[in-house]
């Protein structure tokens, strides 16, 4: 019987959305976003430009929440953020 390889995807399946495999809340630099684009109801999110170690993989959208805007762009800085469905997360 041969061993399946686990992924950050298949642990987030039965795992608290909210927190990497180590126990600590997900965090996301600021840099490491894309520029901001609204969604069809005008919302703002950005993209994660690379995977972090905290699980976040290079592609999900992230909202801007409560973090500071600067022109088009999330401001530097670490954000705790929480999962909102699918490759979505809300900066807290």
Known sequence: MAL???NQ??????ANPNIDVLG???KL???NTDELKKDKKGKPYALVMEST???LMKGDTIRPGKAPISGNYIM?????VSK???KNY???
């Open 4 to 6: 399946r390889k686990y």
């Open 9 to 14: 995807r298949d642990y987030e399946k039965f």
């Open 24 to 26: 600590n809340p997900k």
């Open 29 to 31: 630099a600021g840099e």
């Open 53 to 55: 170690e905290s699980g």
């Open 76 to 80: 530097g800085g670490d954000y705790t």
């Open 84 to 86: 909102k469905g699918p």
């Open 90 to 92: 809300k900066i807290d």
